[in-house]
């Protein structure tokens, strides 16, 4: 804990934070969140409403035009492959979707007191639902969201939300051998992606860690794609966060999002030779460039 934490957890008695972290259950500690909240929420006044409405960075609208983002939003859908199942997901997901799998601090996501959080990251949650289908015995698995996400975390510039929408992809499939899964996967979304951004695509892959990928992408990858895909290696960003190999998507210089091979399904399942492919783009972002 911080010390400011620390300062907060000195005004209530000894073996508080100790009582409402482990000893009591999820029901019981979400039935005392729930008095608490709405205890609080009684004495909100509407003069303080608008308040935080005007000054609570999570609450405040987009400056995006939604007629134009949902524009974006049908493209991206109709140039889907049907090997993709869409996936309409809900906005909270179980506590720790973001910590547990992704290892992103905590506070970075806005967590309810309902044992859940706010969706942060839709690839996330497609990795469960990927998981969920392969133990049904699915041999490979595609979907795609589009979903619109809350980070906790600050962020800097004119415009800029603390909620913005992801249009994501999560793949998984079991290995077999000498990266070819691997390449299969890349094929499928960055073929996608080209589609999307057109000539102008900007695809990259960064080689964290060296593996026969290396091979595929030379004699698999490249020559199945109809754009250039070409190797970043100066990016350090995220080397801890994907497992080998990361993705960089943008649109003729302007960076539109990222992605990447995870161990998350290979996590939940508790099977090292399961794969996982996610990539993601700012909708937002696209819409403004020009979709």
């Known amino acids: 804990m911080g010390d400011v934490s620390e300062r907060f957890w000195a005004k209530l008695p000894d073996g508080s934070r100790d009582a409402l972290v482990d000893q009591l259950s999820q029901s019981e500690l979400q039935s005392v969140l729930l008095d608490v909240t709405r205890e609080r929420a009684a004495k ?13 960075r999570f609450v405040q609208p987009s ?27 809900s906005p909270v997901t179980p506590l720790g ?33 990927a998981a969920v289908r392969r133990r049904a015995g699915q041999d490979r698995v595609h979907l795609a969201a589009c979903q619109r996400v809350v980070r906790a975390q600050p962020f800097d510039g004119p415009g800029v939300s603390a909620h913005f929408e992801l249009f994501v992809l999560v793949s998984s499939a079991r290995d077999t051998g000498s990266c070819r899964t691997e390449a299969e996967l890349l094929i499928d979304h960055l073929s996608f992606w080209h589609a999307v951004l057109g000539d102008k695509a900007g695809l990259t892959f960064t080689a964290f860690t060296e593996s026969a990928l290396r091979d595929r992408i030379e004699d698999t990858v490249r020559p199945a794609l ?3 895909f070409t190797e970043d290696t100066e990016r350090t960003k995220s080397a801890s966060y994907y497992a080998g ?46 979709a």
């Open 44 to 56: 909100v006044t509407p003069a303080r409403l608008l308040q935080r409405w005007q000054q609570d």
């Open 63 to 89: 400056t995006i035009d939604p007629r134009e983002l949902v524009k974006t939003q049908q493209r991206l859908w109709e140039l889907l492959p049907e090997k993709f199942d869409g996936v309409q997901l």
């Open 97 to 129: 979707t973001s910590s547990a799998i992704a290892t992103i601090n905590q506070h970075q996501v806005v967590s309810t007191i309902r044992g859940t959080e706010v969706a942060s990251d839709p690839t996330n949650e497609l990795a469960i639902e």
């Open 226 to 228: 109809g754009v250039a």
């Open 245 to 290: 190999t990361a993705l960089g998507i943008d649109r003729g210089g302007e960076g539109l999002g990222d992605g990447g091979f995870t161990t998350w399904t290979a996590d939940l399942l508790g099977d090292a030779k399961e794969r996982c492919l996610t990539s993601c783009i700012s909708t937002e972002r696209l819409t403004v460039i020009g």
